[in-house]
C-alpha cells in the first residue's frame, strides 16, 4: 500500500512524464539492452527502431501516474499489456531489470531535477505496478498450461500447409510436432512465433492474428512479407512445408463477442486476418447473426483469402461482402470484382451499412485506424461498440485516455 505523501510525489511528476516520457523510454531501452543485451530475445527490434515501443511505454508509465492512486482503473490495460507478455515469455525476474532502468533513464532525462524524494516515490510505486503486472501474468501462464490442449512456454509446431494467398500474402496451417490436442482460442486472437534466422545473434518473436475459427487441428496464420521484416522474410523465403517453428499458446484480448447485434468487420490490408477469423466463426456458431465483411486493398494481387470470403458470403444469406481497392488493375475494372474504387470512408460506410446499432471491428495500418475510429465517432457509434486491434505497440488513434477496446 502506498503512502499518501508517495502518491502526491508520483502524481506531481505527472506533467514531466507528459512532456519528456518520450525521451525517458527511449533512454531506458538504450540503458537496458545495453546492460541486459539477453532481453534483445525477446523484444522486437523494428519497433524499437520505429519508436512504437517507446511511445507504447511512455503511454503506459505516463498512465500508471496519472492513476497511482486509483490502480483499478488500469487494470484494463495492464491486462492488454500482460496478454503480450504471456505470449512474451515475460517473467517475474524481469520486472527489476526493468524497473533499475527505468529508474535510471528518469535520473538521465531530467537531471537535478530527479530529485532522491523522487527516484524513491517512483521506485516504491514501480513495486507495486509490477506486482501488478506479475499477479495477473501468472494467471495467465497458469491458464494457458491448464486449459486443455494447452501448454508452458513455446511449442514444436510442423507446417503441415503453405499457401500463396497473395503477391504479398502466405498462410502457414501448423500442426503439433507432438501430435496431441492443441489450446482452442477465441476469434481475433493471436500466436507468438519465435526464430532465429541462420546467421543470426538472436531469436526474435512476432504476433500474428490467427485466421480460421478455432475448433480445428491446426492453427493457421496468414503472414504479410514485410519489406524489411526479418520474421515474416524468414517465414515466406525460408521456411518449407514440413519444417518445425515454434509458438506460445494463443493470446489476445480483442475478440470477437457472441452477441445478437450485426457484427460490422472492417479491415485494411494484412489487418483482415482476424477478421477472417470472426467471419469464419459466425458463421460456425452463429449462423443465423448478419455479418458484413467490408475490406479495402490496394488491388486484387495484394488482396488475401478474397475467395474465401466471397465463398463464405455465397453460402450465407446473412453474410455480405464489400470491397473497396484504392488503386484497381485494369483486370480489376474488368471483372468489376470490387464494389468502391477509394478508401473506405464515413460517406460510403453509411450507405453500406445502413445502421449505426451494431458492433464495429476494425484492424489494419495505423492510418487506416484512425480514420476508421475517427468516421465511427462522427457517425455516433457507441464507444463500447468499437473494437479494434493494433498489429504492434499501441498507438493513440484520437481520444487515447477513453477506453474502446475489445
Known amino acids: 500500500m502506498l503512502s499518501q505523501k508517495t502518491i502526491e510525489i508520483v502524481k506531481s511528476t505527472v506533467p514531466v512524464l507528459e512532456k519528456y516520457g518520450k525521451d525517458i523510454t527511449s533512454h531506458f531501452y538504450k540503458r537496458m539492452f545495453t546492460n541486459n543485451p539477453e532481453l534483445l530475445n525477446i523484444f522486437n527490434h523494428a519497433n524499437q527502431r520505429q519508436g512504437r515501443q517507446q511511445t507504447a511505454l511512455a503511454n503506459a508509465v505516463y498512465a500508471a501516474a496519472a492513476n497511482i492512486d486509483n490502480l483499478a482503473a488500469i487494470i484494463p490495460a495492464v491486462k492488454q499489456i500482460g496478454q503480450k507478455h504471456r505470449a512474451l515469455g515475460i517473467q517475474p525476474e524481469h520486472y527489476p531489470i526493468v524497473g533499475e532502468n527505468l529508474l ?4 538521465e532525462v531530467l537531471g537535478d531535477a530527479a530529485t532522491d524524494e523522487i527516484i524513491n516515490a517512483w521506485a516504491e510505486a514501480y513495486g507495486v505496478i509490477a506486482d501488478a503486472f506479475i499477479g495477473v501474468e501468472k494467471e495467465m501462464y497458469n491458464e494457458a498450461k491448464e486449459q486443455p490442449g494447452g501448454w508452458e512456454g ?3 509446431f510442423v507446417v503441415d500447409r ?7 500474402i502466405t498462410s502457414f496451417y501448423l500442426k503439433p510436432e507432438d501430435g496431441k490436442e492443441i489450446a482452442s482460442y477465441q476469434a481475433g486472437q493471436y500466436l507468438t512465433v519465435k526464430v532465429q534466422p541462420e546467421g543470426d545473434e538472436y531469436t526474435h518473436l512476432r504476433h500474428y492474428s490467427l485466421s480460421d475459427a478455432p475448433g480445428k487441428d491446426y492453427y493457421r496464420i496468414s503472414v504479410k512479407r514485410e519489406e524489411h521484416g526479418v520474421v515474416s522474410t524468414y517465414l515466406h523465403q525460408e521456411i518449407k512445408e514440413g519444417d518445425v517453428i515454434t509458438v506460445s499458446a494463443p493470446a489476445g484480448d480483442f475478440v470477437l463477442e457472441l452477441k445478437e447485434t ?3 468487420l472492417i479491415s485494411g490490408g494484412v489487418g483482415l486476418t482476424p477478421m477472417v477469423s470472426m467471419l469464419n466463426t459466425i458463421v460456425e456458431q452463429q449462423p443465423e447473426r448478419e455479418v458484413m465483411f467490408i475490406h479495402g486493398a490496394l488491388n486484387s494481387e495484394v488482396h488475401a483469402l478474397k475467395d474465401e470470403v466471397a465463398s463464405v458470403a455465397a453460402k450465407h ?4 461482402n464489400f470491397v473497396a481497392y484504392s488503386a484497381p488493375t485494369e483486370q480489376d475494372r474488368q471483372d468489376m470484382n ?14 453500406t451499412v445502413e445502421t449505426k446499432e451494431a458492433d464495429f471491428y476494425f484492424c489494419g495500418p495505423v492510418p487506416f485506424m484512425k480514420m476508421m475510429y475517427r468516421s465511427l465517432k462522427e457517425w455516433g457509434v457507441a464507444s463500447e461498440n468499437i473494437h479494434f486491434e493494433f498489429f ?8 487515447p485516455t477513453e477506453a474502446v477496446t475489445a
Do not use: Q, T, Y
Not at 317 to 320: E, L, R, S
Open 154 to 156: 513455446f511449442r514444436n
Open 162 to 168: 503453405k499457401v500463396k494467398e497473395s503477391e504479398v
Open 104 to 107: 535510471g533513464a528518469i535520473k
Open 338 to 351: 470490387f464494389d468502391k474504387e477509394g478508401f473506405i470512408d464515413l460517406e460510403w460506410l453509411k450507405a
Open 262 to 264: 450485426p457484427a460490422i
Open 392 to 399: 504492434g505497440p499501441a498507438s493513440e488513434l484520437e481520444e
Open 317 to 320: 444469406d446473412h453474410v455480405k
